[in-house]
């Protein structure tokens, strides 16, 4: 009988110390014009568009695969926090903010780096209470485009995540 209480407080002390996959959310999803707040930035998703080409005065940028769109996000970001803050890093850790697009519940793209796009919101500096407005572009397929089925951005951090539906 001994033997059976001390393994089973031995298991029950490695599970909770065991690290959970659980995410963090706030079990709401969000619409275009909303407002969230993470790590001391707000984050406002604006307006979405499709393109097949972004065109800028010097120059422009196409999708690199046969059959792919850009899916441009506009957003508003704010850092409310004391000190300056880098959000959507090129090269990024589980503390960093990332963003993906989920298309019909389980296809994730992640987002197209334009260097020399002035819009573009990768890798951006902000330091404390000021505003930046740009864009995230995503490349995807066609047929993402063109569907009816579910589209949302995911914005998330370690384990805390917030979904925009975008259609």
């Given at each position: 009988?001994?033997?059976?209480?001390?393994?089973?407080?031995?298991?029950?002390?490695?599970?909770?110390?065991?690290?959970?996959?659980?995410?963090?959310?706030?079990?709401?999803?969000?619409?275009m014009g909303?407002?969230?707040?993470?790590?001391?930035?707000?984050?406002?998703?604006?307006?979405?568009?499709?393109?097949?080409?972004?065109?800028?005065?010097?120059?422009?940028?196409?999708?690199?695969?046969?059959?792919?769109?850009?899916?441009?996000?506009?957003?508003?970001?704010?850092?409310?926090?004391?000190?300056?803050?880098?959000?959507?890093?090129?090269?990024t850790l589980?503390?960093?903010?990332?963003?993906?697009?989920?298309?019909?519940?389980?296809?994730?793209?992640i987002s197209?780096?334009?260097?020399?796009?002035?819009?573009?919101?990768?890798?951006?500096?902000?330091?404390?209470?000021?505003?930046?407005?740009?864009?995230?572009?995503?490349?995807?397929?066609?047929?993402?485009?063109?569907?009816?089925?579910?589209?949302?951005?995911?914005?998330?951090?370690?384990?805390?995540?917030?979904?925009?539906?975008?259609?």
């Open positions: 009988m001994k033997k059976l209480s001390i393994v089973s407080i031995i298991v029950i002390l490695l599970s909770a110390c065991m690290p959970q996959n659980t995410a963090n959310t706030a079990n709401t999803t969000y619409r909303d407002t969230i707040t993470i790590d001391d930035i707000e984050i406002t998703i604006d307006d979405i568009e499709i393109s097949d080409k972004i065109t800028l005065d010097h120059g422009s940028f196409s999708p690199s695969g046969d059959g792919n769109v850009f899916l441009i996000v506009h957003m508003a970001l704010k850092n409310s926090g004391k000190t300056a803050q880098t959000i959507f890093k090129l090269v589980n503390t960093d903010i990332r963003a993906v697009i989920v298309y019909d519940g389980e296809y994730e793209y197209s780096n334009l260097l020399g796009y002035d819009d573009d919101l990768s890798n951006t500096n902000l330091n404390p209470l000021t505003s930046k407005t740009g864009v995230k572009v995503f490349e995807v397929a066609n047929e993402v485009a063109d569907s009816n089925k579910s589209l949302a951005l995911k914005i998330y951090q370690d384990k805390t995540e917030f979904i925009f539906n975008l259609r």
